[in-house]
T-cell receptor
Framework: AQSVTQLGSHVSVSEGALVLLRCNYS??????LFWYVQYPNQGLQLLLK??????LVKGINGFEAEFKKSETSFHLTKPSAHMSDAAEYFC?????????????FGRGTSLIVHP | KAGVTQTPRYLIKTRGQQVTLSCSPI?????VSWYQQTPGQGLQFLFE???????NKGNFPGRFSGRQFSNSRSEMNVSTLELGDSALYLC??????????????FGPGTRLTVL
């Protein structure tokens, strides 16, 4: 069975500072990895995903994530935080189960950006 | 192109009642997935429909059911409501089958409160 752990339910940064949101996974087979963002009263929006190929993945809004198989990690980073980045971020993993991909989401990390 | 729409946005029911939630996917999308989001359990996968067939099902009791129509619109039904069913129910659509292997587009959700 697969699982996803997001370290820290809340991360607080100053505007302009580096954003680092951590995600570790466990999976019996190489998974597909995703980061989603959820703004208040909205659904989830895909930031980026890793399926195969290059391990450094660039997404929308200046975010990127690096797949490290040896560390079973897929941490999300952004060089400089903006106030508009304040939201809930979810890491997700899916691998083939019975021919289809059942997703598992982490518990989420709330990003707080201070002026 | 219009996004995923969910109706109603807010719903209040009492224990023992049943409820039906509706989801209209993005035009051309044939896969619809449903998720339950709660503060305690996070985001949990309910089921996925593709071309009117349930392809995958999460670990939820039989009180939770769904269906998909020929126009890809989907409904989710919860019978004999319990207090613990209070949650945000999210619908997501994608072009192809396979859940989050293909990018999913989420609706804003239906906030269900059970009293």
């Amino acid at each position: 069975a697969q699982s996803v752990t997001q370290l820290g339910s809340h991360v607080s940064v100053s505007e302009g500072a580096l954003v680092l949101l951590r995600c570790n996974y466990s999976s019996s087979v190489p998974p597909y990895l995703f980061w989603y963002v959820q703004y208040p009263n909205q659904g989830l929006q895909l930031l980026l995903k890793y399926t195969t190929g290059a391990t450094l993945v660039k997404g929308i809004n200046g975010f990127e994530a690096e797949f490290k198989k040896s560390e079973t990690s897929f941490h999300l980073t952004k060089p400089s935080a903006h106030m508009s980045d304040a939201a809930e971020y979810f890491c997700a993993v899916s691998d083939r189960s019975g021919g289809s991909y059942i997703p598992t989401f982490g518990r989420g990390t709330s990003l707080i950006v201070h002026p | 192109k219009a996004g995923v729409t969910q109706t109603p946005r807010y719903l209040i029911k009492t224990r023992g009642q049943q409820v039906t939630l509706s989801c209209s996917p993005i035009s051309g999308h044939r896969s619809v997935s449903w998720y339950q989001q709660t503060p305690g359990q996070g985001l949990q996968f309910l089921f996925e429909y593709f071309s009117e067939t349930q392809r995958n099902k999460g670990n939820f009791p039989g009180r939770f059911s769904g269906r998909q129509f020929s126009n890809s619109r989907s409904e989710m039904n919860v019978s004999t409501l319990e207090l613990g069913d209070s949650a945000l129910y999210l619908c997501a659509s994608s072009l192809g089958a396979g859940g989050t292997y293909n990018e999913q587009f989420f609706g804003p959700g239906t906030r269900l409160t059970v009293l």
